[in-house]
């Protein structure tokens, strides 16, 4: 079989999309194809006319923040004055709640990325003579919110074409019909470089519309105006910006406000007026980041102790597990467990939990098999919430269990290889190769190789902490070093086969290329 070269390598991403429909930002659908979008631009349009209330619903998570960042920046810029609540994660719960209509009085509620669960609060607001309007795109259940209109693309009768588009996606798409409606001159690419953090933070399948709007969204970032973006610019100093920057750097930052603390500390950063504000707000983000490793670290270790290597998902729960990091636990223990994982964190008798998979099975179709025990649960394919009295814990994860039974091959996705590489055509053009078909992510992977029968000829621990593997490894007499994150096991053989991934490193001004390793086989 021949090995992965650089032309085999451009050929094979440059394949992938080649079937786009919305390849440039031209062809990006147009709003009126969303259901009930006519219905919510003319009634926002009468409440702008009128000078009524609108209130702004969203949610903690980046996705939910970013929304909202939008929704008020785009009403800012044409000068109508809104107000907003982004529900706190301990106190309110998730999205719109009862709690949260009660400090609701009047006007029109308009919802980003979170409603479409909310029936006992929409029917408390028509209570309350208040209109609705819904704009999520998580999976629609049973009982439908009372609304007048609520923008999904995840509903049976919506014609919207592209259904995996995230929460800041539909609200973005609510600003051009609004503008549309009310012929204003809003340039609607100013916000490309929010909208493409929401959509990498949500996990996105990264391709066609998405994989649109995120290429031209990480070029934005690095030109844009909002002095959010011009201090990550500075502390980052990247020469272009690719889809882990974002993942791993920007997105666990806004994230940790709504884990740890309040989500508002993040949309404060994204609406900062000037470099001072910018600079406050990003240095509490800091701490709360770092709070969260340290908490998440803690939780990981006592939830692989409860671990059953017999079950077909990862089931545990602990007293007071702080909620705010659970769904991240879950994540980690899902791709080492290689399997399904619920999290749950017990507090005054009731288990909330976040459950996370990296399979072909649909969570949310599992744990609505479940749903007689539950007190709520919402989400998606491989990301959902859900919450029980501590009393039907165990009862739930032999369900689970039963449920996941016949789906044993598909309880985990490895990742695909595309196939053995050629250590020595690594260099400068190939990373660029790589670079060129950037954003990367669900549905689009990042490239990763195999490379087998290597022989090891060194390695060494590095890091303050010792905590991560360099081996120096001949192939075919090509000699080369791998790095393994997190990883000081030495415990390893002589002759080995490995899953890379190549990626830049970036050294006092010097650029290599570098092997990551993904697995050792």
């Known amino acids: 079989m ?5 032309s085999r390598l451009f050929e094979i991403l440059s394949a992938r999309h080649v079937n786009n429909p919305y ?29 009524e209330t609108i209130t702004i619903v969203g949610d903690y998570d980046v996705d939910g923040v970013i929304s909202t960042t939008i929704m008020l920046d785009f009403f800012n810029t044409i000068g109508v004055k809104v107000n907003h609540i982004i529900p706190n994660r301990f106190e309110h719960g998730y999205g719109l709640s009862t709690k949260i209509v009660d400090l609701i009085n009047d006007g029109l509620v308009i919802t980003v990325d979170n409603g479409i669960s909310a029936y ?14 819904i704009t999520d795109h998580h999976t629609v259940g049973k009982r439908i919110p009372i609304a007048l209109a609520i923008i999904n693309p995840k509903q049976a009768d919506c014609n919207f074409e592209f259904k995996d588009i995230c ?58 105006s909002r002095e959010a973006f011009k201090r990550l610019n500075e502390i980052m100093s990247k020469e272009i910006f690719v889809s882990d920057d974002v993942g791993f750097f920007i997105a666990p930052k806004l994230n940790s406000a709504g884990r740890m603390d309040d989500a508002s500390v993040a949309l404060s950063f994204l609406l900062s007026k000037n470099s001072f504000q910018a600079n406050e707000s990003l240095a509490l983000l800091d701490e709360l980041n770092n709070y969260r490793k340290t908490l998440q670290e803690e939780i990981s270790k006592k939830a692989e102790s409860k671990t059953d290597k017999k079950d077909n998902a990862v089931i545990v729960w602990g007293e007071d597990w702080h ?14 467990h290689k399997k399904p994982a619920f999290i749950f964190s017990i507090h005054n008798g009731i288990a909330k939990g976040s459950a996370r998979a990296n399979s072909n099975i649909n969570l949310y179709d599992i744990i609505t098999k479940a749903n007689h025990l539950l007190l709520g649960y919402g989400g998606h394919k491989n990301a959902a ?53 950037e954003p990367y992510g669900l549905e689009n992977h990042r490239p990763i190789f195999k490379i087998s029968n290597t022989s090891l ?28 994150f997190n990883d000081s096991n030495i415990n390893i053989s002589k002759n080995l086969n490995l899953i890379v991934s190549v990626s830049k490193n970036e050294f006092r001004g010097e650029i290599t290329p570098q092997f990551l390793i993904q697995d050792i086989l």
């Not at 021949?2 to 650089?6: L, N, R, Y």
């Not at 609510?174 to 953090?197: G, H, P, R, T």
């Not at 909620?323 to 080492?336: H, Y």
């Open 23 to 51: 390849s440039r930002l031209a062809d990006l659908p147009s709003p009126e194809k969303f259901k009930d979008i006519d219905i919510a631009t003319k009634r926002i349009k009468k409440a702008i006319l009128e000078k």
């Open 167 to 224: 929460g800041a996606q539909v609200a973005w798409y609510l600003c051009a019909a609004i503008k549309k409606e009310m012929n204003l001159d809003v340039n609607m690419s100013n916000f490309l470089d929010l909208l493409c953090v929401a959509i990498i933070a949500d996990i996105m399948p990264m391709t066609a519309l998405n994989y649109t709007l995120v290429k031209q969204g990480l070029k934005k970032i690095k030109t844009s």
């Open 385 to 437: 919430g859900l919450s029980l009295k501590v009393e039907f814990l165990e009862e739930f994860k032999s369900i689970i269990n039963k449920e996941l039974e016949e789906f044993k091959e598909d309880l985990h996705i490895d990742p695909v290889t595309l196939g053995e590489l050629d250590v020595s055509s690594v260099d400068l053009e190939f990373l660029s190769i790589i670079e060129q078909f």
């Open 323 to 336: 909620e705010g990091v659970i769904g991240i636990v879950a994540s980690k223990l899902s791709n080492s």
């Open 120 to 133: 006992e609060a929409s029917v408390k607001l028509k209570e309350k003579n208040i209109d609705l309007i």
């Open 457 to 484: 000829v060194k390695y060494d621990l590095i890091g303050k902490d010792k905590n991560h593997l360099k081996l120096t490894l001949n192939s075919d007499g090509f000699v080369f070093e791998a790095l393994k």
């Open 2 to 6: 021949s090995k992965i070269t650089k």
